[in-house]
């Protein structure tokens, strides 16, 4: 049973990247969650916002990553080969891991706009 390459590199690739900036989302909201006092009232938005979130991740960020990279499939092999696609697969990762580096180094204020820091 051969598996098509695009099927490979959503399964293996760009699903996986969209679960980590999901992780991220969830820490952000976790983070900004502080900000409420009452512990049922942050409960409550916590859960919301990251119901929100992996509904986004899993409607919107996921296969509009899976369509960028299909459209960089065919784009770059009319051209030469495919270097389009491993640009982009290759900057994905590189973003991932640059917002986890921030992450570690100085937690999710690290990784949100200076506005919106507790």
Known sequence: MAISKNKVVHQYYVLP????????VNSVIAYKAGVIADPLLRTAAVILLVLFGSSVTAFVVAPGLGAMVRWLRTSSRRQAGEPGEVIFVVALGAVVFWLYYRLTLH??????????RN
Do not use: F, S
Request: aromatic share 6%.
């Open 17 to 24: 990247c969209c679960l980590l900036l999901l992780n991220l």
């Open 107 to 116: 937690g999710a204020a690290g990784i949100v706009p200076p506005l919106w």
